[in-house]
């Protein structure tokens, strides 16, 4: 069986005419005709049912014309991955996560990755969620491990990694021995927040909203700054449940509302038209440690 064959078959069974289809592939009629008889032959079933000067398919036509059309997409699609691969000499993959996320998941993967793709170089970079929003929009980074915050575009792949909720990283004295806080009573200190100042304001808006109300907020840049701040009782940092970042003295306390978790939902993302063997892998490897 020629891919030819199967080209000239599919496209038959959408012009339903053997003279547009040899109009298509620059060939005359006969010659659509006679690599239709020899698929038959070859596959010992009839794809055609030809009723005078028509024709439609058969159950097994409209099998292999739906197979065969699968089949050449993907051809289609590992052409184009094959020369996007080729084209670049110094293979470089921008990851961006979500700088709240403080979970092993993304090392492990990448780890993982990296031992089978030994010829990539991948490059992260870290930011609140509108900021990585920004860079996948942009271009700027391939692939995004972030939180849900809007509705998924079509525009993009977005693929559930897991599903988490928020608690406070506060130390131990703080709140007694609860495991669980009513967010109406988490105000004793400031939340935490990891963020530059350009982000500031668009993150006190979002936990605002999300929190339920007018909260007070100490903005760091980095992990480090925000446990010196907790340590010192000077605040409590919101995390979500995959923080595994604990000392002796500090403890994690579940955030609830109205009696229920405060969700939160970590996803990755890719733009589909630049889509790549690459990325997809990661991805997998990504969902997969979560």
């Given at each position: ?78 052409k ?43 490059n ?33 792949e ?17 709140y ?20 530059k ?25 980095n992990?480090?700054?925000a ?33 229920k ?30």
């Amino acid at each position: 069986m020629l891919l030819k064959q199967i080209e000239y078959f599919v496209v038959l069974a959408e012009e339903k005419s053997f003279t547009e289809t040899g109009y298509k592939f620059n060939v005359s009629q006969s010659a659509i005709s006679q690599q239709l008889q020899a698929l038959e032959d070859e596959l010992g079933v009839s794809l055609i049912s030809r009723q005078q000067k028509k024709f439609k398919l058969t159950e097994a036509g409209e099998y292999f014309y739906n197979k065969g059309k699968t089949i050449l997409a993907m051809l289609e699609n590992l052409k184009k991955q094959t020369a996007d691969i080729g084209k670049n000499n110094d293979l470089i993959l921008n990851l961006g996560f979500l700088n709240s996320y403080f979970g092993e998941q993304l090392n492990k993967a990448i780890a993982k990755f990296l031992k089978i793709y030994s010829e990539l170089e991948i490059n992260v970079f870290s930011g609140t969620h509108e900021t990585i929003y920004e860079l996948l929009k942009n271009g700027d980074v391939a692939l995004a491990l972030s939180d849900q915050r809007r509705a998924f575009s079509e525009e993009y792949e977005n693929q559930f990694a897991l599903e988490s909720y928020y608690a406070i990283y506060v130390r131990e004295d703080i709140y007694n021995d609860t495991e669980m806080l009513e967010i109406e009573r988490a105000l004793k200190l400031p939340f935490i927040i990891i963020a530059k100042l350009e982000e500031q304001q668009t993150e006190r808006n979002y936990f605002n909203d999300l929190l339920d109300g007018n909260n007070s907020y100490v903005f760091v840049n980095n992990l480090e700054e925000a446990k010196l701040l907790v340590d010192a009782g000077r605040g409590q940092l919101l995390i979500d449940g995959i923080f595994n970042n604990t000392k002796n003295s500090c403890r994690i306390i579940k955030l609830i509302k109205n009696g229920k978790e405060i969700k939160k939902r970590y996803c990755v993302f890719w733009k589909k038209n630049k889509a790549n063997y690459y990325i997809e892998e990661l991805a997998k490897l990504l969902i997969e440690e979560f």
